[in-house]
């Protein structure tokens, strides 16, 4: 059974730079072609991809948000971990990290809700 | 706005089929058969009901199937449930020369 789980703080400041570890169970991030990436959902609108993370330490970003995203994976202890620098109230949202195959989101996290306020 | 596009509701009676569309560009949908589909409930995480176009992953009913015309994918939803109410997001991979993943902006099920 595959299971994903985010974690990291639930209030950030504006400029202030956030951290989300994923860490997951039931597969191994060092299988080819296995990836983790993030999506996030702000409250009431629609799913946006930010960054994946391939077995073979491929990275790719959204283009809108790449100057601010960094994805890295440590595959012995099953984590993948996103930063997001400069947040602003607009990056509210909530973090998902779900599994990737096929070039599809197989299995998602339960997601995390981060919220960008002074 | 999302990169793909979905008409922002759909509705149908318990037992029918409703059809979702989505519609891109030759540079993700049109060019690779990597679309996927997620039914989200509120307040929970999506879930994957179809991929590589037409593929449902185990335990997804045969209710639901998915196939793609030139640009535009659809998801089709056959003897409507009250459980099938749902928001629908359509993806495809986009290569990776361009941006990867794309989502596009879902659509609400209505069962009537």
């Known amino acids: 059974q595959i299971t994903l789980k985010e974690s990291g703080p639930t209030l950030v400041k504006p400029t202030q730079t956030l951290t989300l570890t994923c860490t997951f169970s039931g597969f191994s991030l060092s299988t080819s072609g296995v990836g983790v990436g993030w999506i996030r959902q702000p409250p009431g609108k629609a799913l946006e991809w930010l960054a994946l993370i391939y077995w073979d330490d491929d990275k790719s970003y959204s283009p809108t948000l790449k100057s601010r995203l960094t994805i890295t994976k440590d595959t012995s202890r099953n984590q993948v971990v996103l930063t997001m620098t400069n947040m602003d109230p607009v990056d509210t949202a909530t973090y998902y990290c779900?599994?990737?195959?096929?070039?599809?989101?197989?299995?998602w996290g339960q997601g995390t809700l981060v919220t960008v306020s002074s | 706005q999302s990169a793909l596009t979905q008409p922002p509701s759909a509705s149908g009676s318990p037992g029918q089929s409703v059809t979702i569309s989505c519609t891109g560009t030759s540079s993700d949908v049109g060019g690779y058969n990597y679309v996927s589909w997620y039914q989200q409930h509120p307040g929970k995480a999506p879930k994957l009901m179809i991929y590589?176009?037409?593929k449902r992953p185990s335990g997804v009913p045969d209710r639901f199937s998915g196939s793609k015309s030139g640009n535009t994918a659809s998801l089709t939803v056959s003897g409507l449930q009250p459980e099938d109410e749902a928001d629908y997001y359509c993806?495809?991979?986009?290569?990776?020369?361009?941006?990867?993943?794309?989502f596009g902006g879902g659509t609400k099920l209505t069962v009537l």
């Open positions: 779900a599994h990737r195959r096929s070039s599809s989101w197989f299995s």
């Open positions: 993806s495809s991979y986009a290569g990776s020369d361009n941006l990867n993943v794309v």
């Open positions: 590589e176009v037409s």
